[in-house]
């Protein structure tokens, strides 16, 4: 079935450095890949996307990669600050139905 | 521009009672999605209605239905509350059905006790 899976469970890093968190995906027929970030007590909200037809995309300091081949997508934060600190969410669809797949999170802490 | 606007924000209900959760989409948006995210998840899909009609359903028993209203708001309902429905219930706006973005509500705190 639709599975999204998300390493890792947790990240630490100091102010300045960057963080990854990796996803992987199981349908082969999502095209289109967005991330969320939650702040305790909100909803997600959408930080960047990227769709199948699209290897990389940059939003100043995020980054989003895309390996379709062996599906495989990956977020970037350069720089990180202490307003990065939140959970973290992968997510994949099919552009013709808008069934989102998450991912289990990722709690990202960055230490000032 | 409004954003989603979920209601209520918090709700603790006891077993066996239904609770009916509402959402307003983003102005101008056309379809609702709603999802259901237990502490320390990813949110699961439940529904999404376009149009007034639902175009998808999750893995979700009989127990939980929704509708969409001409003003494309749309209300979740849920009977026979059981402890395990505790979570939060978040809305998702779309412009249309179909290859847009997704925006979220703050979500519904439901509680059973």
């Known amino acids: 079935g639709e599975n999204v899976e998300q390493h890792p469970s947790t990240l630490s890093v100091q102010e300045g450095d960057s963080a990854v968190i990796k996803c992987t995906y199981s349908?082969?027929?999502?095209?289109?890949f967005p991330w969320y970030k939650q702040e305790l007590g909100k909803g997600p909200q959408l930080i960047i996307d990227?769709?199948?037809?699209?290897g990389e995309k940059k939003d100043q300091r995020i980054a989003v990669t895309l390996n379709k081949t062996a599906k495989h997508f990956s977020l970037h934060i350069t720089e990180t600050q202490p307003e990065d600190s939140a959970v973290y969410f992968c997510?994949?669809?099919?552009?013709?139905?808008?069934?989102?797949?998450f991912g289990p999170g990722t709690s990202l802490s960055v230490i000032p | 521009d409004a954003g989603v606007t979920q209601s209520p924000t918090h709700l603790i209900k006891t077993r066996g009672q239904h609770v009916t959760l509402r959402c307003s989409p983003i102005?101008?948006?056309?379809?609702v999605s709603w999802y259901q995210q237990v502490l320390g998840q990813g949110p699961q899909f439940i529904f999404q209605?376009?149009?007034?009609?639902?175009?998808g359903r999750g893995n979700f028993p009989d127990r939980f239905s929704a509708r969409q209203f001409p003003n494309y708001s749309s209300e979740l309902n849920v009977n026979a509350l059981l402890l395990g429905d505790s979570a939060l219930y978040l809305c998702?706006?779309?412009?249309?059905?179909?290859?847009?973005?997704?925006?979220f509500g703050q979500g519904t705190r439901l509680t059973v006790v």
């Open positions: 997510a994949a669809r099919q552009a013709s139905y808008d069934k989102v797949i």
């Open positions: 349908d082969s027929a999502s095209n289109y």
């Open positions: 990227i769709r199948s037809n699209v």
């Open positions: 102005s101008g948006h056309k379809s």
């Open positions: 209605y376009y149009e007034k009609e639902e175009r």
């Open positions: 998702a706006s779309l412009q249309f059905a179909g290859g847009t973005e997704a925006f």
